[in-house]
């Protein structure tokens, strides 16, 4: 039998002979056999070891810890005596299904109340993910992974694949109006992340809009930056404002505003490029959901106007998937080294696989064949949330329908939190009007809700929509509630 040369062994290596990674301390008195049973035991025990997991063969666990053959074999036999392991002919040997131990010192009592159970997502912000176009990602993968240079599979460049700026630059001028050159457009891993690599370049306050993301305005304050709110309205923001908040860069959801929904209008987008002309400023464009329209001509990028002054953002999270972490920046000539600077040296953040799938997902046609099933997708359920309010809430106001993944209702006064109440009543998450203001902003605040209708899945989106029709508020007093909906008792 193998003896042990110290009193605690540690495998975690790979045999030749087809046994499985395994790390186990054999630590404490006892003999090989003893040692073995308790470290599986707390392996096991502690979780790391779970349930179905299958366990390296006898001769490979005996190789690796230098120990006799029949000692594992015999561990092994006394582990499924206890119920530890369980072991077929032809299945090997597996950890068990057991109930899970309790934790010491845990005190039996009155259980506490479970949060509701989500049954329906109306959360803004995401597309429909059972609709994520995998045969023709995998096709895209399968063709960009063997014309890849062997190059790309070193050490990443912090501006991201040639072959996917290459293949922004077109689609990005083609559809969206920007002008830019590859070299000039440098990959990140989403929108938060190219946003903050922009304000390590920043100086002084940022005007932002009045309603947006909180999570978005902490970036900014994070890094010390002051954030100065602009008033929206359906026309996005009062860039006319912009003069008197001092500010040096500002940022701006031109196409859709995010979340009231209005597109900027056309002299309000020259009067900002005339801005950052005249005082030197920059504007950050958050294109964020710019491919989606429905009932009006594409609105172009902002940044097509002026690219020396203004930083372009897209991703690939509404359009295929947030998991893909992809995102882009088109940036002015001067600013490509500060921000290649902030990044870093090297591509920690964005895969290389996913960089060159994308590039032939753009470049084969695929991408504008996917963004043409969902517009349409998405324009129905669209149109079926606005039906089902008309029948059945006729009393809500819908706004920022034109284009996007979600919409905002307007709420009675004072009815924002009740709403939201009777929501999570019903299984439904949605999200509220109130945490997008600016809590520096003067206009006065609005009781809303914001509501995706991109999440759920095609089959669910019905029922979704029903349950949300009923957690609304009833009608003031002396309107009608609309066919087919009862005012609730108070």
Known sequence: MGQFSTPDVAVSERRPDGGSDLHLELAGGGGARVRLMRALREAIDSGRLAPGTRLPPYRALALDLGIARNTVAAAYSELVEEGWLTSRQGSGT???????????GTRWGPARPSRPRIVHDLMPSSPDAAAFPRSSWIASARRALVAAPSDAFGVGDPRGRPELRQALADYLARTRGVRTRADHIVICSGYAHGLRLVCRVLRGPVAVEAYGLDFHRSILTEVGLTTVPLMVDDHGARVEDLPATGAQAVLLTPAHQYPTGGALHSERRAAVIDWARATGG?????????????????????????????????????????????GWMALPGRLVDDILAAKGRRELWSGVTDQLTLADFIACGAYDRQLRRMRKIYRHRRDLLTALLAERAPHVTVSGIAAGLHAVLDLPPDTEQATLRAARRLGLAVDGLGPYRHPGSAMPPRDGLVIGYGTPPEHAITAALEALCLALPDPPEGRDAGPGRAPRGR
Do not use: N, W
């Open 282 to 326: 920059l504007l950050l464009e958050d294109d964020y959901d710019g491919e989606f329209r429905y009932d009006r001509e594409p609105v172009g990028a902002v940044q097509g106007l002026d690219p020396d002054r203004v930083v372009y953002f897209g991703s690939a999270s509404k359009s295929l998937s947030p998991s893909l972490r992809l």
């Open 94 to 104: 597996q950890v068990a299904h057991r109930a899970a131990p309790v934790e010491p």
